[in-house]
């Protein structure tokens, strides 16, 4: 059965610091990946998702940027992180429409 | 532009009181409808999928179905257990399989 990791389950980070969240999917092969952030009472942003290795289509211009570096790893990645990056940031894989979640990460930062 | 509402934003239930949460939507040509439970500082958990008009799908206390504009969630029956946010969502009608368009939701919660 398939399975997604998301690491580190919760991050408070100061403003200006990087940022890496990752994320690998066990269990298929070739999966669509997505990046998602959810605000507190707001919905699902889609931010970024990738079809295969090394293509990243974004869909919020921001100072995030993601990139897949291998078929079921994909890293969310920031230089130095504003105050409005603060969420809950989810994975999901596809294949090849459902999307299925990982457990998230709670991003703090002050 | 393809868009999903769900009301209500919020309901509360007696256990054993049984209910339906509604999503619509409006896409040209629709291929799926999924239905997904959140709980707090949780990742949204798959549920079902929907494809087409008269189409029901049934787990545990839960049923969806589905019409030509919209999926209702029943409840039947619930459990405090059963108390999440439920989300629904769609494909885009063309172009790329890869954008969900989310429902905002709906936060259920269920009072022993």
């Known amino acids: 059965s398939q399975t997604i990791h998301q690491w580190p389950a919760t991050l408070v980070q100061p403003v200006g610091s990087p940022l890496s969240l990752e994320c690998t999917v066990e269990?298929?092969?070739?999966?669509?990946l997505y990046w998602y952030r959810q605000a507190a009472g707001r919905g699902l942003q889609l931010l970024f998702y990738s079809v295969g290795i090394g293509q990243i289509s974004s869909e919020v211009p921001q100072n995030l940027s993601a990139s897949r570096p291998q078929d079921r790893q994909f890293i969310l990645s920031s230089k130095k992180l504003l105050l409005s990056d603060s969420g809950f940031y989810l994975c999901?894989?596809?294949?090849?429409?459902?999307?299925?979640f990982g457990p998230g990460t709670r991003l703090t930062v002050l | 532009e393809d868009q999903v509402t769900q009301s209500p934003e919020a309901l509360r239930l007696q256990e054993g009181e049984s209910s339906s949460l509604n999503c619509s939507y409006t896409?040209?040509?629709?291929?799926?409808l999924f239905w997904y439970r959140q709980d707090p500082g949780k990742g949204p958990e798959f549920l079902f999928t929907?494809?087409?008009a008269g189409e029901e799908k049934e787990k545990e206390r839960l049923k969806a179905t589905l019409t030509k504009k919209e999926s209702f969630l029943h409840i039947t029956a619930p459990k405090p257990e059963d108390s999440a946010t439920y989300l629904c969502?769609?494909?885009?009608?063309?172009?790329?399989?890869?954008?969900?368009?989310f429902g905002k939701g709906t936060l259920l919660t269920v009072n022993p």
């Open positions: 896409v040209s040509g629709l291929r799926g």
């Open positions: 969502a769609v494909p885009p009608s063309g172009g790329s399989n890869y954008k969900l368009t």
């Open positions: 269990g298929t092969s070739n999966p669509n």
């Open positions: 929907l494809y087409s």
């Open positions: 999901a894989w596809s294949v090849p429409v459902e999307q299925f």
